[in-house]
């Protein structure tokens, strides 16, 4: 069964960075691609960023520059290193992995909350 854990939310200042961890429990070859969504008060939840297999990765376009998301496969962890965080990027996070099944299995979410 596969089980994720989130860390690595908080509050910080405009400007500050943060870096998310979702560790993911279970076959990592049995893994097509993880993910991180933000769900900001009162919208829907949103892709952040993506990455694949061979390491090939998307973000939204408001992330683009400031956030980098990558994957250890040794520790079958990925990470979503946020820098320049504005206050529109306060959100609950949640990681979200996708097998070769198909099937979807999403975190418990973490909160980021970027404020002066």
């Known amino acids: 069964q596969v089980q994720l854990v989130e860390s690595g939310g908080g509050l910080v200042q405009p400007g500050g960075s943060l870096r998310l961890s979702c560790a993911v429990s279970?076959?990592?070859?049995?893994?097509?691609?993880m993910g991180w969504y933000g769900q900001a008060p009162g919208k829907q939840r949103e892709l952040v960023a993506a990455?694949?297999?061979?390491?090939?990765?998307n973000y939204a376009d408001s992330v683009k520059g400031r956030f980098t998301i990558s994957r250890d496969y040794a520790k079958n962890t990925v990470y979503l290193q946020m820098n320049s965080l504005k206050p529109e990027d306060t959100a609950v996070y949640y990681c979200?992995?996708?097998?070769?099944?198909?099937?979807?299995?999403w975190g418990q979410g973490t909160q980021v909350t970027v404020s002066s």
């Open positions: 990455i694949t297999g061979g390491d090939r990765s």
């Open positions: 279970g076959n990592r070859f049995s893994i097509r691609s």
């Open positions: 979200k992995v996708t097998l070769w099944s198909f099937a979807e299995h």
